[in-house]
């Protein structure tokens, strides 16, 4: 981050929340009219990042061009460093993280998951496998969802293909049922295992 330069953030801003602005008669978020602003357009499917980990500050100095996942991994560092201390984002995003399980442990998918809450479904993932906020997980007394197939051998995987084939089970109760995510059902559907 550029040390040299403080966070500018509009009076009136909610701190840990990005500020609403109108810019060309339609809505926008502060620190992306700052960013077009001084760069240009932002690129398709790209995203603004805060190096300070303000939401609300739009100094051109301390927002950077990122991907969704990269945004993705900053909130599982935050998750995994932010534990034990006083600081608000942590504690929002914790108490979502509490939901985000109970969600998935609720019975909802991983997609249906994410949507509910607006993040990506890689990090609904991490949190429920334990890769990410393990100390909530533990402190529910959840168990972690398994991550991959490998527990599941040859002989189980043709008994899936076949359930499947009988039309009497879709992807997502056999992902369910054998505690798999829904691409690893339609990999072993199609045979691609190796
Ligand atoms: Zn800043």
């Known amino acids: 981050m550029n040390e040299s330069t403080d966070c500018i953030v509009d009076p009136g801003a909610t701190p840990g929340e990005y500020t609403r602005v109108r810019s060309s008669g339609k809505g926008d978020y ?20 805060h190096r300070c980990d303000n939401p609300p500050c739009r100094n051109v100095a301390h927002l950077l061009l990122g991907t969704h996942a990269d945004n993705v991994a900053d909130m599982v560092s935050r998750g995994r460093n932010a534990r034990g201390e006083d600081h608000g984002m942590a504690k929002l995003a914790e108490d979502e ?9 609720g019975g909802g998918t991983v997609c249906e998951v994410a949507a509910q809450f607006g993040v990506h479904n890689s990090l609904v993932s991490l949190i429920t496998t334990g890769k990410a906020w393990r100390p909530v997980l533990d402190e529910l007394g959840i168990p972690p969802r398994p991550t991959d197939r490998r527990k599941l051998n040859d002989g189980t995987e043709a008994i899936i293909r076949q359930r499947y084939a009988t039309g009497s089970v879709s992807q997502i109760g056999l992902s369910r049922e054998y505690g798999v995510s829904q691409r690893t ?4 559907i199609k045979g691609r295992r190796h």
Do not use: D, S, T, Y
């Open 30 to 49: 502060a620190h992306r009219v700052a960013w077009i602003e001084a760069n240009g357009p932002i690129p398709p499917g790209l995203v603004i990042r």
């Open 97 to 105: 993280v509490r939901r985000i399980i109970l969600a998935v442990h």
């Open 185 to 188: 059902i339609q990999k072993i």
